[in-house]
């Protein structure tokens, strides 16, 4: 029996995240701060590379072990489900849409920063739901998930606290919109039954 490298997305992602904090608390103490954090409203500088990386690489910095653990736990069971049933460049995409649109709508509308993968997070909890998806159909799983995950979102959205609610339901809008827009094919259904 070998170890295999079975979600080659999901888990260069885990372990570029890890990398980051790791290097961000025993090397370069700036580093979330200076190139894994999207600056809020008015700090955006078309002109600069700085600005553009950030908001794709926003999703790779979390504050601390507890809140990378927290986004992890979820896409290390999701993400490989979903990479077997959409692909890995798919999915890869799938993650790079969804940084960019968190990124960028919090530039524009938010003053606060924003980091993590919680929206990459809610993504997959949207698409996940869409995995036994048969055309013509709504699945109930779709609808309950949206209920329940969103609507605690909005919410909590109204409450004082450091968690940015917008990017969990944008997240989750943007896995809605791929599960509706590319949802799996029976040759995928079928890789998963093997």
């Not at 997305?9 to 999207?38: E, K, N």
């Not at 078309?46 to 653990?69: E, F, P, Q, Y």
């Not at 290390?76 to 890995?88: D, N, Q």
Request: some cysteine; charged content about 10%; proline content about 3%.
């Amino acid at each position: 029996m070998r170890i295999k490298y079975n979600a080659p997305v999901v888990l260069t992602f885990a372990l570029i995240s890890a990398s980051v904090l790791l290097l961000t608390h025993f090397f370069f103490y700036s580093l979330t701060d200076d190139w894994f954090r999207v600056l809020g409203q008015g700090s955006f500088n078309r002109r600069s590379i700085h600005s553009w990386v950030t908001l794709v690489s926003h999703v790779a910095g979390h504050a601390d072990w507890n809140h990378l653990i927290n986004n992890f736990a979820l896409i290390l069971m999701l993400g490989p489900i979903l990479e077997v049933t959409y692909g890995s460049f798919s999915l890869f995409i799938m993650i790079l849409i969804t940084s960019v649109v968190t990124g960028a709508l919090n530039v524009l509308f938010f003053r606060t920063s924003l980091e993590g993968a919680s929206g990459v997070v809610f993504m997959m909890i949207l698409l996940a739901s869409f995995t036994n998806f048969q055309e013509g159909e709504i699945p109930l799983t779709f609808i309950l998930i949206l209920v329940l995950y969103l609507g605690r979102e909005l919410f909590n959205s109204f409450s004082s606290n450091n968690i940015s609610e917008f990017a969990h339901i944008v997240g989750g809008f943007c896995g809605s919109l791929f599960g509706f827009l590319n949802p799996p094919t029976p040759r995928t259904r079928k890789r998963l039954e093997q």
